[in-house]
């Protein structure tokens, strides 16, 4: 899975002025979706990987794990983030919903925190997108099912 989040973080400058600090989140991860399709899709997902801030003073990347669940075109779920700068460390708890199935996930999330070092502005509110980019799946690289079909003659002579 390949995925952007755009973190927005309200902050006051100098001049008591409300401003907004965009933070861009690339992901990188590896996923493992059991999808059930049929008529009313549904699918869950567990992944692993990393995010990258890229638009910050300093490196700062974020091992995960996490799951969530699709059915129809909701989907929801939590993932557990490492951020660090290889110098400090903040764990966050990040639930989310929002659309997708199989994988892709267009989402709202909303970061926990759970300790007090605060080098990253990952702090109120995310909104991402999530798209599966190959599939390594092995079972996909066979040749296709063949497709039978069988008709009775129900006509008598």
Do not use: C, W
Request: positive net charge.
């Amino acid at each position: 899975l390949v995925g952007y989040q755009a973190s927005f973080d309200p902050k006051k400058d100098e001049d008591d002025h409300d401003i907004l600090k965009t933070v861009h989140i690339v992901e990188v991860s590896y996923s493992r979706i059991y999808d059930r399709g049929g008529r009313h899709p549904a699918s869950v997902n567990y992944f692993v990987g990393n995010d990258f801030i890229v638009n910050f003073k300093q490196f700062i990347i974020g091992p995960k794990f996490g799951v969530n669940f699709s059915a129809s075109a909701l989907t929801f779920g939590s993932e557990m983030i490492f951020y660090t700068d290889f110098e400090k460390f903040s764990p966050r708890l990040n639930p989310f919903i929002g659309l997708g199935v199989n994988g892709f996930k267009l989402f709202i999330s909303f970061p926990i925190k759970f300790s007090k070092t605060e080098f990253t502005p990952v702090n109120t509110l995310n909104l991402g997108v999530t798209l599966p980019v190959f599939n390594a799946n092995k079972k996909s690289l066979k040749q296709p099912r063949k497709i039978s079909f069988n008709f009775k003659n129900n006509f008598k002579e």
